[in-house]
């Protein structure tokens, strides 16, 4: 039994070394016909790396015939497969620009989409990548109402509103942190408008509060008066939807900001 594993090994070994050395040929070689057939078992196989550029190399050969779209189709996924999203989307852009009225477009239009979602950058990087992608979702969906694929895009847009969402709450929290504490109220103030829905929206709540608290406690006496009394409308405003945990200590920066307000009118 062992004995015949190790051929059956060696066979294979042979078989993949033959395949390798007979690649290169492939490659150099003039018929289209068997390129094509080299290209279609490779892909098969999920040899994306070795048949993408069979595919690149035909789709030059066969531009301007019936195959072309064929070709640049099945290029476009060998990107993908190889999880090269920022090539993938742009050959699939490409490819439904060159052939809008393919039977391939409404798909490679929803994979443009998906890579470029796939190659938006983390949250703490430039989130412009992420907006042009739920431009272009919001796009297709619309161009595409009753697309098969519509769920999936409400999936990617969903996620991708999660991470604009909390890139915005970094953004406001980064202003707290540093004692920017206008700026980090303005700032969650703006992020409660923008997603109402957020599921940061109590912690936004709670540091609207706490910001315009420390803004206040920091301030100048002549300004004191007014701003500790913009804290205790933000209080008043957020108070029915804070937890115990965010109540007791946003309770107490109410009752300080009161009685500042009452020492300094009274002069104390």
């Known amino acids: 039994m062992k004995n015949r594993i190790t051929v059956l090994f060696a066979l294979s070994l042979l078989l993949l070394l033959g395949s390798c050395s007979e690649y290169p040929k492939i490659l150099k070689n003039n018929d289209l016909k068997i ?67 393919s039977k391939f477009t409404e798909e490679c239009n929803y994979m443009f989409c998906y890579t470029e979602y796939l190659s938006s950058l983390p949250t703490y990087l430039d989130q412009s990548d992420t907006k042009k992608c739920m431009e272009d979702i919001t796009s297709f969906i619309g161009s595409y109402p009753d697309s098969k694929y519509i769920a999936s895009c409400n999936q990617l847009a969903d996620k991708l509103r999660e991470k604009l969402e909390l890139k915005a709450f970094n953004s406001a929290y980064l202003f707290y942190k540093t004692e920017e504490y206008k700026a980090a109220a303005i700032s969650f103030t703006n992020l409660l408008k923008d ?40 209080y008043e405003e957020y108070r029915s939807d804070f937890t115990t945990s965010y109540a007791k200590e946003a309770g107490k920066m109410n009752e300080d900001a009161a009685k500042q307000i009452e020492m300094i009118n009274s002069g104390k």
């Open 195 to 234: 997603y109402p829905e957020s599921g940061h929206k109590e912690e936004s709540e709670f540091y609207i509060v706490k910001s315009h608290y420390l803004y206040a406690k920091n301030s100048l006496d002549i300004k004191k008066i007014e701003r500790f009394t913009q804290m205790i409308k933000s």
């Open 35 to 101: 390129k094509l057939e080299w290209a279609e078992k490779l892909y098969k196989k999920g040899d994306f790396t070795r048949a993408q550029p069979l595919y690149e190399q035909l789709a030059v050969n066969y531009r301007g015939t019936s195959l072309s779209e064929n070709m640049q189709y099945y290029n476009a996924y060998c990107f993908y497969g190889m999880k090269d999203y920022d090539m993938a989307t742009y050959l699939f852009k490409r490819f439904c620009n060159d052939f809008s009225i």
